[in-house]
């Protein structure tokens, strides 16, 4: 389809939230695919995004080489891959809208007990798993692939790792990164990386790469209680548009 000047317009912002993701505010890009599905379907949102993902990874990829957690990527990504695996097998079976609210119930459970208890400052960080790895990181690899929306059980994993900062910021990109890489091959067989939406994402790699970068320079300047507090409410929001979702539809 041909976007009108409107359909640009929130294109470029779903584009910058993405960019801006992968500099280290990961919680943002959870609403690019609500943002363009107010000029498209939520489908053909996904697969426009889903090259601006790959080429807003590298990127990040550059800016965050030295600061991610091996031992958090490694535990996640065989249960995220089975979970792409496993949403390519359902593509025609499963209601978009249904998932989305599954995700942000439990996203928003997990952000409301965080804020209403939070950890001490002092506390210790939680263990990075295999088994709770391998559970959550099955249900992002999922919910990535049904609608780019995998930060709410990707956070309740990593989160209570108290990551630094920058580190959480490089965890998150790297670890997407290889998972966005891998959708790549069941999107292009469901028709969704076709010539017309690969164009469309092409003429957003600019703004995508400038709102990387952009993200992290704030993620550098930003004390880090604040930006477990920020990603804490972002995650509440969005889990909340999520649920919410459901019953418009």
């Given at each position: 389809?041909?976007?009108?000047?409107?359909?640009?317009?929130l294109l470029a912002l779903a584009s910058a939230l993405v960019g801006l993701a992968k500099g280290g505010l990961a919680m943002v890009a959870m609403l690019a695919v609500p943002i363009l599905s107010l000029v498209m379907s939520p489908v053909q949102a996904a697969g426009i995004l889903l090259?601006?993902?790959?080429?807003?990874?590298?990127?990040?990829?550059?800016?965050?080489?030295?600061h991610y957690d091996r031992r958090v990527v490694v535990r996640l990504l065989p249960g995220a891959i089975l979970g792409v695996g496993l949403g390519w097998a359902t593509?025609?079976?499963?209601?978009?809208?249904?998932?989305?609210?599954?995700?942000?119930?439990i996203g928003a459970s997990f952000a409301l007990l965080t804020l209403l208890r939070p950890p001490p400052e002092d506390g210790a960080p939680?263990?990075?798993?295999?088994?709770?790895?391998?559970?959550?990181?099955?249900?992002?690899?999922?919910?990535?692939?049904?609608?780019?929306s995998g930060a709410p059980p990707y956070q309740i994993y990593v989160q209570p790792l108290r990551l630094g900062k920058e580190t959480y910021a490089g965890t998150n990109?790297?670890?997407f990164a290889v998972v966005n890489a891998v959708k790549l091959v069941p999107y292009a067989a469901l028709g969704q990386l076709g010539a017309a939406?690969?164009?469309?994402?092409?003429?957003?790699?600019?703004?995508?790469?400038?709102?990387?970068?952009?993200g992290v320079w704030l993620v550098r300047r930003v004390p880090q209680a604040f930006f477990y507090r920020f990603i804490t409410w972002a995650l509440l929001a969005v889990s909340l548009k999520l649920i919410a979702d459901v019953f418009r539809g």
């Open positions: 389809m041909e976007l009108t000047a409107l359909g640009w317009g090259p601006i993902y790959v080429i807003s990874d590298v990127f990040g990829l550059i800016a965050y080489r030295r593509a025609s079976m499963v209601d978009d809208a249904v998932i989305g609210g599954l995700v942000g119930f939680g263990k990075a798993d295999w088994g709770r790895g391998t559970g959550w990181g099955m249900v992002t690899g999922y919910t990535s692939f049904v609608s780019h990109t790297v670890f939406n690969l164009g469309k994402a092409a003429v957003m790699i600019p703004i995508a790469a400038a709102s990387v970068f952009a």
